[in-house]
């Protein structure tokens, strides 16, 4: 009886596999008429299994084994939305937003740049973690978001301190980030920006305004805003990054995409800005003087 069973085990583990190895019998056309072909999606699902399936789960939801205890959650793939496409938040980002991703990691979190990655892979990949989010990815019909353009920075080295201080203006008065960031800033240096920009002194000042908001997002957990002198920023180390991360906003989030909110030279300015405190980092002396400074 007990060798039956063995056998009966063995058959059902051998369907198993043979059915998980191939899995896609079909080949499939994605948003923006991305082709991929079965054996593609195969591949990229034995990849998958190998590299990705302890964080991000056997089904996709971002419940791996490795995922237990993790401060920033892995992405759950099932619902086809992502953070850091080079496309307006919310929109379908471009097979090369996810491949830009994988080569280069997210900073401060537990997605790391997979360099070693062939770029067979990576497409392999990139179309089976499609397949979680059917309904937002399969069918010719499907559009990608249109890509972020990325202008000419108006400022450049050149003119990189009137950049910052134009960036600190947009930061705090024009655009208000403090509300979730927080604010660099004393109260005086608030009410003269404020008198400059708005023709308007500020009497009462947010007593939160020195403090990050945690905000809900739309993938079950809260997201801290960083703080930009102490904080890994994700997906931008330079400040063309950050003007992409800004006029796109983080998918899914509280981070809005601020393009047509504010002008583009805005945006260029405060990502001089942003860069700027994110140069603090490694800079203790001038990090405790500006956040000492903000104080008083
Ligand atoms: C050690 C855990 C871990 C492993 C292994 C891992 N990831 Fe991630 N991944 C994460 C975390 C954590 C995030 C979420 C980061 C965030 O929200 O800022 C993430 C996010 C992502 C995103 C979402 C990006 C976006 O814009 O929203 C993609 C795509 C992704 N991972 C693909 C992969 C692929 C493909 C592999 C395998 C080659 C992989 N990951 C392996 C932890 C992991
Ligand atoms: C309504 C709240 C809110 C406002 C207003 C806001 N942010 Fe954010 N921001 C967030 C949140 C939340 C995150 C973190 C998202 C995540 O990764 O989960 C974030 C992330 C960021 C990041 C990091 C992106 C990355 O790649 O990790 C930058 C840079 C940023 N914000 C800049 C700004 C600037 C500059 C402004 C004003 C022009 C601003 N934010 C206004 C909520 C906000």
Known sequence: MKGLNLVLAIAALTTLVSCSESHFKEDKIFAGGVYATAK???????????????CHGVNGDGNGTSAKGLQVPPRNFKLGQYKFGNVVSGELPHDED?????????????????????????????QYIKTF???????????LGDKIVITKDPYGDAHKESAIQRGKEVYHVVAQCWTCHRAYVSHAEFNEMSQKINNKPVTEFDPEMFHIKLQPNDYGYSSLPPEFTYDAVRSAKTVEELYVRLSAGVGGTAMPSWKGTLQDDEIWAVAHYVKYL????????????LLETALK
Do not use: H
């Open 40 to 54: 593609a999606l195969n591949d990229g699902k034995s990849t998958y299994a190998e590299y990705c399936m302890p």
């Open 98 to 126: 996810f491949y830009k991703i994988l080569r280069e990691g997210l900073t401060g979190t537990a997605m790391l740049p997979w360099k070693e990655l062939s770029d067979q892979q990576m497409f392999n990949l990139v």
């Open 133 to 143: 989010a059917p309904a937002k990815w399969e069918g010719a019909d499907k559009k």
């Open 278 to 289: 994110m140069d603090m980092k490694t800079n203790t002396a001038s990090r405790t003087k």
